[in-house]
């Protein structure tokens, strides 16, 4: 038996089973051999017959946000950098937010609702107007799709476990360790992972 089936058997397939749908978060399993999606925490932004699509929360780059989108720094929460939100077409950027408490998204059409507090962003609003309404938001270049029963698939072959998001985990500090965090708060056994370490050589 290979270590990813031993914990796709042992762990998230013994899991009770979130489906996936927008604003749940697909968190990598443990020992994940894939470097693009390894620790990774996927935040769905759509789910359909047709695709899903979502963003990794968890990949700091090292470029600035003032150097490629300046005008959205008041927005912006800090550390005000670029984040990688998948390997597909990173010359396009979503924009994820935390609104400020009070705020009626059915009111605000710069805003896609995806969960209590969380947001899609329409980037071709005016960003004063979004800071207006946000506590703090991501950009993200790239993001992550798959095709029809994909995402099924790898759920059920044990890659992945489906969770709610929280709106902070769009705006967590830098040094934060999302991945660890999100696991955390989950329900035994899944918390014993979360020390689980990021290179397994580390072991």
């Not at 506590?135 to 993200?140: A, D, K, P, S």
């Amino acid at each position: 038996m290979s270590m990813s089936d031993f914990y796709a058997d042992r762990l998230f397939n013994a899991l009770e089973r979130n489906e996936p749908a927008p604003g749940m978060l697909l968190v990598a399993a443990p020992g994940m051999l894939s470097d693009e999606f390894n620790r990774s925490v996927v935040l769905i932004i759509e789910h359909n017959e047709h695709l899903t699509f979502g963003v990794n929360l968890a990949s700091r780059s090292d470029l600035a946000v003032f150097n490629v989108m300046p005008d959205w720094l008041p927005a912006v929460a800090k550390p005000q950098a670029l984040y990688i939100g998948g390997p597909l077409n990173q010359q396009s950027v979503v924009g994820l937010a935390m609104t400020k408490a009070g705020v009626d998204m059915e009111t605000a059409p710069q805003l896609n609702r995806l969960a209590n507090r969380l947001a899609h962003v329409d980037l071709r609003a005016d960003p004063g107007d979004i800071a207006e309404l946000v506590e703090g938001m991501r950009l993200f270049a790239g993001y992550a799709e798959w095709a029809p029963g994909q995402l099924d698939g790898e759920i059920d072959r044990g890659d992945w476990f489906v969770t709610p998001a929280l709106p902070t985990d769009v705006i967590v500090p830098g040094r934060t360790d999302l991945w660890g965090d999100v696991m955390r708060r989950q329900q035994p056994p899944l918390p014993l992972f979360s020390t689980f370490p990021a290179d397994l050589m580390d072991n």
